[in-house]
């Protein structure tokens, strides 16, 4: 049983391009969290997504930044116009039935932004 | 809301010696209780957790932490660590029914030979 995979590992774009950062949950997992990562912080939490539906997006920024998990296939996170500030780790995590107690994390999309 | 402070960004070590990782956090409802760990350029890994019972618990290569209510500190300890034990370690909460989990800024632990 493959864990979480995310794609690319590592993604530079520049200024005013898109970013897509997909992110395969585990077998059986219909949960999937995104987080991200900024250099010398901890994680902070962006998005809930259970199959077709967005359920906590509290943690978005509300310009430029949206997530789908569709019915098949992995998530995506979608960046538009990126900009030096999203340059971060993204990680996205999956589970089972919900919640955190049980919540598995991928190794990370490192995102640079030239 | 709830909040993490990790007090110590860098905590640097000698091999075989006992070390410990401060965490307090802040929650005005019960709480679940991790330590995550993350090697060099790899994801994050559970370590441990406290979701309820025994205030003490362990991981599988030496860890333990234990749930102090009453301090709200959910503090690391290795009793020896190892040069492989080189890491951020990041401190996490969850409220108990939540979808999402409140890191701290995680501490880096550096093991010198």
């Known amino acids: 049983n493959a864990g979480v995979m995310q794609n690319p590992r590592h993604l530079v774009r520049r200024r005013g391009q898109e970013a897509r950062l997909r992110c395969s949950p585990m077998k059986g997992h219909s949960h999937v969290y995104w987080y991200r990562q900024l250099p010398e912080e901890g994680l902070k939490f962006m998005v809930y997504l259970q199959k077709e539906n967005i359920i906590d997006e509290s943690g978005m920024p509300k310009e430029r930044f949206s997530a789908e998990f569709p019915k098949e296939g992995p998530s995506i996170l979608r960046i538009q116009q990126v900009v030096r500030g999203d340059s971060a780790a993204y990680f996205c995590a999956s589970s089972q039935t919900g919640g955190t107690t049980e919540a598995f994390f991928g190794q990370g999309t490192r995102l640079t932004v030239v | 809301a709830q909040s993490v402070t990790q007090l110590d960004s860098q905590v640097p070590v000698f091999e075989e010696a006992p070390v410990e990782l401060r965490c307090n956090y802040s929650?005005?409802?019960?709480?679940?209780l991790f330590w995550y760990v993350q090697y060099p350029n790899q994801g994050l890994q559970l370590l441990l957790k406290y979701l309820s019972g025994s205030t003490l618990v362990e991981s599988i290569n030496g860890f333990e932490a234990e749930f102090n209510k009453s301090q709200t500190s959910f503090h690391l300890r290795k009793p020896s660590v190892h040069i492989s034990d080189t890491a951020e370690y990041f401190c996490a909460v969850s409220v108990q029914g939540a979808q999402k989990l409140v890191f701290g800024q995680g501490t880096r632990l550096t093991i010198n030979p």
């Open positions: 929650s005005s409802v019960s709480v679940y």
